[in-house]
């Protein structure tokens, strides 16, 4: 691909787009106010990005029951790490990169609350303690110090229709999870369809006895 119209520096880039003014430069807060506190209480999503020590992005999500993101004060707070593929992407490139971004999501909002700060994990009791889900703690917390909040106004939520019902698209126009993964993998010849059914079955059973 040719670099000819590439955008390569922010000068050229203002020329472009200008630069934020009036609430959109003033919104940003170095810590949680109030109602980011009430946001975050009532998100049961969020998606945090993370990079490694080269640079290499990563965006996880991580959904619970509405308010399981403790906020220990305003300028901390504390996402449970839930049974998962353990991959580790996100807590591993926390291990070499502290810096973090998080955009909460409340199902129906079109606004998103965004914090950015620095990550660590721990394995403090107290934050174990209370983030206990049919008696299964997690064994990790990433907490993270808040070095700016701000909300995010509508504009992507309303040109995706997100939460339209009519925008809803039926699961069954793709592949299963399962049937996906097993094609991606496959070294030579496609899945089995008993293979396919077999990964399927297992794949909701983990779902039903593996949350938490």
């Known amino acids: ?15 472009l787009y200008g630069h934020a003014d009036g609430l959109a430069a003033r919104k940003s807060l170095p810590r949680l106010d109030r109602h980011a506190r009430d946001y975050i209480a009532r998100s ?13 992005a990563d965006v996880s999500p991580r ?5 399981f993101v403790q906020v220990l004060d305003d ?8 049974p998962g593929n353990n991959r580790l992407d996100t807590m591993e490139n926390i291990l070499a990169n502290p810096n973090i ?22 394995a403090d009791p107290a ?24 909300f995010h106004c509508a504009k992507a939520f309303r040109r995706a229709r997100l939460w339209q019902p009519d925008a809803i ?24 369809e008993e293979e396919v059914a077999a990964c399927d079955v297992a794949l909701e059973e983990d779902y039903r006895t593996q949350l938490y």
Do not use: H, W
């Open 1 to 15: 691909m040719s670099d000819r119209y590439r955008i390569a520096s922010a000068a050229a880039l203002r020329q």
């Open 44 to 56: 049961p999503f969020l998606c945090i990005a993370t990079a490694g020590a080269g640079g290499r």
């Open 63 to 67: 959904g619970d029951r509405p308010g």
């Open 75 to 82: 300028r901390s707070l504390a996402v449970p790490d839930r």
């Open 101 to 122: 971004g998080l955009i909460f999501m409340i199902p129906g909002f079109e606004d998103t609350l965004r914090v950015n700060g620095k990550a660590t994990i721990t």
């Open 127 to 150: 934050i174990l303690e209370r983030a206990t889900v049919d008696r299964k703690q997690p064994k990790v917390v990433i907490r993270v110090a808040v070095e700016e909040a701000f």
């Open 169 to 192: 698209v039926d699961r069954s126009v793709m592949p299963t999870l399962a049937r996906i993964i097993l094609e991606q993998t496959a070294a030579e010849a496609p899945p089995r």
